[in-house]
């Protein structure tokens, strides 16, 4: 079996998904028993997506050379996690193999077990993948499982209302500005604080929390499995589903309502739908108009994952008047007849033919084709996002930003 050739960057492995997911929770370390390579450039592409020292999980390597894999010595993990709790006193250490300790059979989940009656002052948890047999999204299901199998403490309820997020990860676009409106959201809504935002704001001791939420946002997926986990143990009732657009929000907020058994404000949401309406008003006017006249300037093509497609699409289109153009989603096992998976080669010739109407797609190729980065709705990245306070895509906010960048696209081209 021969690698395939890419002109991009190949789909990301299960373990890749895993260790995003984990490099934001902060009071843990992240060790990986293995080669240096991967742990240090996904390092950089994690600084620059917002998440550094300080406020997520410090990242060491173990290394290994020819005697580790030959005679399948550990002694290495053994310093490396003496030396991080020297370093930094975690109250949890993720262990992680890469692939060649998983192709030549190194058991981690039994070295931890061994090592864990050395170091009782810290907790050591295991967590593939090292292998390539899974998918990056498949690794984002499994590291959210794990976090929400191991961590939550049996707890009582809190006194006031709180609720979980779960799947707010770093390799979706966005998911900071994303997460940020999603805690508006309620806090405006229903006057709610959130008990732990998995996993790309949260900590170990707010991870050990989550059974005293109320309900879970479930916002990606990925993370079903998980809030099915935290509802059979704890009890709390989970919402699937990203808010998109107006009366998208609006039918979110409602059905986090109806799970809570709770009244919105509708103050609040009657003037953030007032607001919203009259912020795009004049926006929507120009883009009805030119779908009128040139319908095939009005498609709209969009590319990521499947979740996010799915809401910008029914926004643009169901919502606004843009039309269905190509879209597609970035994992096989989340096709569908409507959002399609499209490999590298079926994909690229839509990016670089595309002419007429509005791509959203990926930082990289967008930049490739020679199209409009700003209309960017998806990894891999092209820039530095330290910044924490860019408009989001959800919620009200996000439907005036996308409008924003609609209209803003249409004024390039006309």
Not at 261 to 273: D, L, P
Not at 275 to 298: C, F, H, K, M, R
Request: a negative charge; hydrophobic letters at 40%; aromatic letters at 10%.
């Amino acid at each position: 079996m021969f690698m395939g050739l890419y002109r991009f960057k190949p789909m990301p492995s299960g373990r890749m998904g895993i260790f995003w997911t984990l490099s934001g929770i902060k009071e843990s370390a992240i060790i990986e028993f293995g080669c240096m390579g991967h742990n240090l450039y996904s390092g950089a592409d994690l600084r620059r997506a917002g998440i550094y020292e300080g406020f997520g999980a410090p990242l060491y390597t173990t290394y290994i050379d020819e005697t580790d894999i030959s005679l399948g010595d550990t002694s290495r993990l053994d310093a490396t996690i003496k030396q991080v709790i020297i370093n930094d006193a975690p109250k949890v250490i993720f262990l992680q193999p890469s692939a060649v300790p998983e192709v030549i059979g190194t058991d981690l989940f039994a070295v931890a077990n061994e090592l864990q009656f050395d170091f009782p002052e810290t907790r050591l948890i295991p967590i593939g993948h090292g292998s390539f047999a899974i998918t990056q999204h498949k690794g984002v299901e499994e590291a959210l499982l794990a976090l929400s199998k191991t961590l939550p403490l049996d707890i009582a309820l809190s006194d006031a209302p709180t609720y979980n997020i779960i799947g707010s990860c770093p390799d979706l676009f966005r998911y900071k500005a994303d997460a940020v409106e999603i805690t508006r959201l309620m806090e405006g809504a229903f006057g709610m604080d959130p008990c732990c935002i998995l996993s790309s704001d949260t900590s170990i001791s707010a991870i050990e929390k989550m059974g005293s939420a109320h309900v879970n946002l479930v916002i990606r997926r990925e993370g079903i499995p998980a809030a099915q986990l935290l509802e059979k143990r704890f009890g709390t009732p989970y919402v699937v589903g990203r808010p998109y657009g107006i009366k998208g929000t609006n039918q979110w907020l409602e059905d986090v309502g109806n799970t809570l058994n709770r009244s919105q404000n509708k103050a609040f949401t009657n003037f953030e739908t007032e607001l919203v309406l009259e912020q795009i008003d004049q926006a929507y006017n120009t883009l009805e108009g030119n779908a009128w006249s040139y319908p095939q300037e009005a498609a709209i093509s969009i590319g990521g994952h499947a979740d996010v497609v799915k809401g910008v699409l029914d926004f643009a289109t169901k919502e606004m008047p843009l039309k269905v153009g190509s879209c597609w989603c970035d994992c096989p096992e989340m096709g569908t007849d409507e959002i399609p998976y499209f490999s590298e080669k079926q994909w690229i010739p839509i990016v670089k033919n595309h002419d007429k109407g509005y791509l959203m797609f990926s930082g990289e190729a967008l930049k490739w084709a020679g199209k409009n980065t700003s209309l960017q709705i998806s990894n891999p990245d092209i820039g530095w996002r330290i910044h924490p306070y860019e408009p989001p895509f959800v919620g009200y906010r996000g439907a005036v930003n996308l409008v924003n960048l609609w209209v803003n696209e249409y004024a390039l081209t006309h």
